[in-house]
């Protein structure tokens, strides 16, 4: 039996001896912290941002916006824009703004996109899109799917949800002739206008 003095100390935990070292496992990363207070807008910030630009207070309007800090929390930005197109079953639509981030300097975006479906008439509306856990505006710049059974109206005002995880837009519509479509199968952000809805 050795003597006291020569026995080896046992491994660290969680490491498996390895010709006489101890390999140990790297710890998982930590998960994203989720945004602070600081990286979104506040309720109150959203509500002066968009009842200026629809210039109306009506109900609806603040309906809509409720129901967006329901389901998502607070944004992390948003787009101030404008949209039209025309559809037959099978629709258009085109659309300019400006992306605006917490602590971001204001990003040019322009939209193409087809819908499908009972989708009729011809529009042009003022387009309010809250963006939510997004932080660097080259974020934008890709297709985001519209979200099946999403659509929401409410007094003249409708909204959906676009999605391309982590990543959630929610366009706010109002305007003559107003058109979301039964089914809306993604919206392209470019950075330049392109006449491709595609």
């Known amino acids: 039996q050795p003597a ?3 026995q080896s100390p046992p491994p660290p935990s969680g490491g498996t001896p390895i010709n006489g070292s101890t390999q140990m496992s790297p710890p998982p990363p930590p998960p994203p912290p989720p945004p602070s207070q600081a990286d979104t807008y506040s309720r109150a910030e ?5 009842m200026g630009f629809f210039e109306s207070g009506s109900r609806g309007l603040a ?4 129901k967006a800090f329901r389901d998502q929390g607070q944004p992390t930005g948003f787009i101030k824009g404008n949209e039209g197109g025309g559809a037959l079953f099978v629709g258009f639509r085109y659309g300019s703004g400006t992306l605006y981030l917490k602590g971001r300097p204001p990003v040019p975006v ?3 996109s087809p819908s ?3 989708d009729l008439g011809v529009n042009a509306v003022k387009v309010f899109t809250l963006v939510y856990n997004m932080h660097d505006p080259e974020q934008i710049f890709q297709r985001f799917p519209g979200v099946n059974g999403s ?3 409410i007094g003249g005002f409708g909204m959906n949800y676009q999605r391309s995880d982590p990543i959630t837009l929610a366009p706010i519509r109002f305007g003559v002739g107003l058109r979301l479509g039964a089914s809306i199968a993604y919206q ?4 330049t206008q392109s006449i491709n809805p595609f």
Not at 63 to 66: F, K, Q, R
């Open 151 to 153: 659509i929401y109206f």
């Open 46 to 50: 959203v509500n002066r941002e968009v």
């Open 63 to 66: 309906e809509v916006v409720a």
């Open 116 to 118: 499908l479906g009972i």
């Open 4 to 6: 006291p003095g020569n």
């Open 110 to 112: 322009y939209w193409q």
């Open 188 to 191: 392209h952000y470019t950075r």
